[in-house]
């Protein structure tokens, strides 16, 4: 007599079905994710008012350094680190680096065992967003409290701090006046306006990860997977890196410069990021693939020239690699010379080859 077939009932079936679109959902996330950079993952919680971003990798700062420090680490050694990361252009694009020693020794975190950081800057305000691992972020909360910082009331989720509070404990950088904490994706947020702070955090519609800008978005996308890196909106990029921050002798001469290599095209997003093993990625983005094919070659062109607003040539700072137009997007390798610091040279302007 042949065996019988189980039928399954109809809430069985679709209970599986469940489990298994779910899994699948989960497994595609999990595929998708794969490839997406810290520095991504970073821009995707960028306020939308962010002009000017500065990110750090401090989980690939200390493996470039071969350090081994952790949240329980005597303060001299993190001071050591910090000397060797700055030794090579590793810390600065931070705003820790002053705090690191105290908040290693109050805080519960700092460059020792934060993943990663973004210090977002814009006109309405400013936020430091770090990344710390796996639940160290529930340990915050008693530190914070023990410092004398006001404990969040109600719906509010900040804490609230003072110039005399972060004075007392010592060198303290602004922007750790009043903090956030989302323990459930491992973040600590701060700022130095409690009121800007709030309105990234709280509320039906907060300002968290509303950035939504296409050139930025593919600029970023283009930088490798940096340990350290500068990144501009186009506006930002135009303003901060223009060559009309020169003295009028070096504006001439990039004018000149610039009509010889055959003009440039404003940028719609900028970013500048210090790969893993020392060269420097560029990538700008233009409005189209036809302003970028353009670009390329009189870019390349003037990041082998001189290098009015700097001083000297580009070729004492960097030797010049591949010079590329992907889609909408210049880039341009950059391998520093011994004892160049172009990430911190480079990201402030003028800039001649990021002039708009």
């Not at 719906?155 to 956030?180: F, I, M, N, R, Y």
């Not at 990860?209 to 940096?226: I, M, N, S, Y």
Request: glycine content about 12%; some cysteine.
């Amino acid at each position: 007599m042949p065996a019988r077939r189980k039928v399954l009932g109809p809430v069985v079936a679709l209970l599986i079905v469940a489990v298994l679109t779910l899994g699948a959902v989960a497994g595609w996330r999990w595929w998708t994710g794969r490839d997406t950079t810290d520095l991504q993952r970073a821009m995707a919680l960028a306020p939308a008012d962010g002009e000017r971003f500065s990110f750090t990798d401090w989980a690939g700062v200390r493996a470039e350094l071969d350090s081994d420090l952790d949240a329980d680490s005597p303060t001299d050694e993190v001071a050591a680190m910090l000397s060797e990361a700055f030794d090579a252009d590793l810390g600065a694009t931070s705003a820790l680096v002053q705090s690191a020693e105290v908040l290693q020794a109050r805080f519960g975190f700092s460059p020792a065992s934060v993943e990663w950081e973004l210090f977002s800057q814009g006109a309405a305000g400013a936020v430091v967003i770090l990344r710390l691992p796996d639940d160290a972020v529930e340990g915050v909360a008693d530190r914070l409290a023990h410092l004398g910082y006001d404990e969040p009331a109600g719906e509010t989720d900040v804490w609230t701090g003072s110039d005399t509070l972060l004075a007392g404990l010592g060198s303290v950088t602004p922007e750790l006046t009043h903090l956030a904490l989302d323990a459930d994706r491992g973040l600590v947020l701060g700022s130095d306006n409690a009121d800007y702070l709030r309105g990234l955090v709280e509320g039906d519609d907060p300002g968290l990860g509303r950035l939504d800008d296409d050139g930025l978005d593919a600029a970023v996308d283009h930088a490798g997977e940096p340990v350290a890196a500068a990144v501009y909106t186009g506006d930002h990029a135009c303003g901060a890196l223009a060559m009309s921050q020169a003295d009028p002798a070096d504006a001439a001469e990039a004018d000149r410069l610039v009509d010889e290599a055959g003009g440039v095209h404003p940028l719609t997003g900028f970013a500048m990021g210090l790969q893993p093993g020392g060269d420097v990625r560029v990538a700008m983005a233009l409005e189209d693939g036809d302003r970028a094919r353009a670009d390329a070659d009189a870019r390349a062109t003037l990041a082998a020239g001189p290098a009015p607003g700097q001083g000297g040539e580009f070729a004492d700072r960097f030797a010049l690699g591949r010079v590329a137009a992907e889609g909408d997007v210049v880039t341009m390798d950059l391998e520093p010379a011994p004892g160049s610091y172009v990430l911190s040279d480079l990201s402030t302007g003028p800039v001649l080859f990021a002039t708009c």
